[in-house]
């Protein structure tokens, strides 16, 4: 009997110890997930971009402040643009904000933090 509840022991504290794991696992996953869906947008948006200046006459698309004017994009994308989007004079994205706390903005791409434990 006494192998036995020591087996007990030993599998409650291994499951004690996988529940964490997996937790953790999940939510890598869930910021793998989020920094691929906010660079899929940001192709997006470049893709409006062009489109919106190929329309009219090379204007860009954006505000007195440099920020991507999501209503003037908005007829080349389907769904809501979560990001904000600050466009250069060429049109390039140099700066964006606004995808939450699991990616950043760097090297003109949204990339996972890799230092936080969710």
Known sequence: MKSQSGSLVVGLLLLMGLIPVGLLGAQFAVGMAEESVANTEV???????????????GELPVNLSGELDKDKVGSYIVGDIKGDYKIDGEGLIIDASGWGDRVEWADGKWV????EIY
């Open 43 to 57: 192709s997006t948006v470049r893709l409006a971009i062009v489109a919106y200046q190929v329309e009219n006459g």
């Open 112 to 115: 996972r933090k890799q230092h």
